[in-house]
């Protein structure tokens, strides 16, 4: 299996500047740069830039993958629109973990399969989990929360070890979150156990009259500034904060969590996703076996229907075997086994397994110096 690494930065709140393309292009004579991105795939040698000091100077999304079995995303926000301490209560391990620099918070999350991939392929595995980097500035915690169930998975954490605050809408993932789910591997019925706890999304759809409203209660002067800076493209993520902001303002309606949640223990999830998973495997034995009944029932059926056209022409058969045998081809080797079978299995319906046994002991001292054929017959179980 060859080699194959790739990687994709994105740039978003801001572009790159001239200066900085040049500065990316000195890493790479072959790398596809834009204002807004950074992608280059490996077959041999290696990436020679730092992603971590990309991502605090350049970068807002970076995906890495490889075909040995590395999965990794990392997402930069504005502290202000992702609070570190509460960052890192939902990301502890090695699989998630976050760390702060110039006002900006970093979000990591990993994924080890040993086992690898035959094939990966990362051109355009970045856009269906870019959405994620949003969902979070809009206060969207349910992807830090599968980072932490990435790290109760990867067996990071302590089994006694309770939950963080478990947000609404973990059964309800978005198509960014369900890819993300893919991307990093988690087992799907480790979040379905851990969903139970998690109140349903709220209609996020908010009225246009609503939003109005909150808005004409906002001081003139921020607002100006509010919106001269949005007309001025100096900070893409305004419209997110002041969005962010409209939710947390509505009242408690829009509570991330339930009021009276049990907090539940690593062990606890791990082992009620275990058992189901248990169950699933059961449930899939149990449909294997019956579909594979199905197919003998319907195999036999049509067996019998067979038999019974040949029935009566067992003369003609063994001729016919005969026939095949003295071409001495492989061909009609195989043909010849087939109509053995043919005879066995009538000489079984018949009641005349003996003699069908004595004409193939007889065929086989005739037949002796031809070891091709006789190992078809061996094959077939004759």
């Given at each position: 299996m060859s080699e194959y690494q790739y990687y994709e930065f994105q740039a978003i709140d801001r572009p790159l500047t001239e200066k900085e393309m040049r500065e990316l292009r000195s890493y790479s004579t072959r790398a596809r740069i834009t204002p807004t991105s950074f992608v280059n795939d490996y077959s041999w040698g290696s990436f020679k830039g730092n992603k971590d000091a990309w991502m605090e100077k350049y970068f807002d999304v970076f995906l890495y993958l490889a075909n040995w079995g590395t999965h990794i995303l990392m997402l930069r926000l504005p502290s202000r629109l992702l609070d570190l301490r509460t960052a890192r209560l939902y990301c502890p391990g090695e699989g998630a973990f976050v760390r702060e620099k110039n006002g900006k918070v970093i979000l990591t999350l990993i994924s080890e399969d040993e086992g690898g991939d035959d094939w990966v392929e990362g051109e355009g595995s970045l856009s269906s989990l870019i959405s994620v980097r949003a969902e979070i500035a809009r206060g969207d915690l349910r992807c830090l929360y599968l980072g932490w169930?990435?790290?109760?998975?990867?067996?990071?954490?302590?089994?006694?070890?309770?939950?963080?605050?478990?947000?609404?809408?973990?059964?309800?993932?978005?198509?960014?979150?369900?890819?993300?789910?893919?991307?990093?591997?988690?087992?799907?019925?480790?979040?379905?156990?851990?969903?139970?706890?998690?109140?349903?999304?709220?209609?996020t759809e908010h009225k246009q009259e609503e939003i109005q409203g909150w808005v004409r209660k906002l001081p003139s002067a921020e607002k100006d500034e509010m919106l001269?800076?949005?007309?001025?493209?100096?900070?893409?993520?305004?419209?997110?904060?002041?969005?962010?902001?409209?939710?947390?303002?509505?009242?408690?309606?829009?509570?991330?969590?339930?009021?009276?949640?049990?907090?539940?223990?690593?062990?606890?999830?791990?082992?009620?996703?275990?058992?189901?998973?248990?169950?699933?495997?059961?449930?899939?034995?149990?449909?294997?076996?019956?579909?594979?009944?199905?197919?003998?029932?319907?195999?036999?059926?049509?067996?019998?229907?067979?038999?019974?056209?040949?029935?009566?022409?067992?003369?003609?058969?063994?001729?016919?075997?005969?026939?095949?045998?003295?071409?001495?081809?492989?061909?009609?080797?195989?043909?010849?086994?087939?109509?053995?079978?043919?005879?066995?299995?009538?000489?079984?319906?018949?009641?005349?397994?003996?003699?069908?046994?004595?004409?193939?002991?007889?065929?086989?001292?005739?037949?002796?110096?031809?070891?091709?054929?006789?190992?078809?017959?061996?094959?077939?179980?004759?």
């Open positions: 169930l990435l790290c109760a998975q990867n067996g990071e954490l302590d089994e006694e070890e309770s939950e963080p605050p478990v947000p609404r809408g973990l059964g309800q993932l978005s198509a960014s979150l369900e890819s993300l789910v893919e991307f990093l591997r988690i087992d799907p019925n480790l979040i379905h156990v851990a969903a139970r706890a998690s109140l349903p999304l709220e209609d001269a800076r949005i007309i001025s493209g100096q900070d893409v993520a305004l419209a997110t904060d002041f969005l962010r902001r409209f939710i947390e303002e509505r009242g408690p309606g829009d509570g991330q969590f339930a009021e009276k949640s049990e907090r539940r223990m690593v062990g606890e999830l791990l082992h009620a996703a275990e058992e189901r998973n248990e169950e699933h495997r059961r449930l899939a034995a149990k449909k294997a076996a019956e579909e594979k009944a199905r197919r003998d029932r319907e195999a036999a059926m049509a067996r019998e229907k067979y038999l019974q056209q040949i029935a009566g022409r067992e003369p003609k058969l063994w001729n016919q075997v005969e026939e095949f045998l003295a071409t001495r081809r492989p061909n009609g080797y195989d043909q010849a086994v087939k109509f053995l079978v043919d005879l066995r299995d009538l000489a079984a319906r018949n009641g005349k397994r003996e003699e069908f046994k004595g004409k193939l002991n007889a065929l086989h001292t005739a037949q002796a110096r031809k070891p091709s054929f006789i190992k078809r017959l061996s094959r077939a179980g004759l």
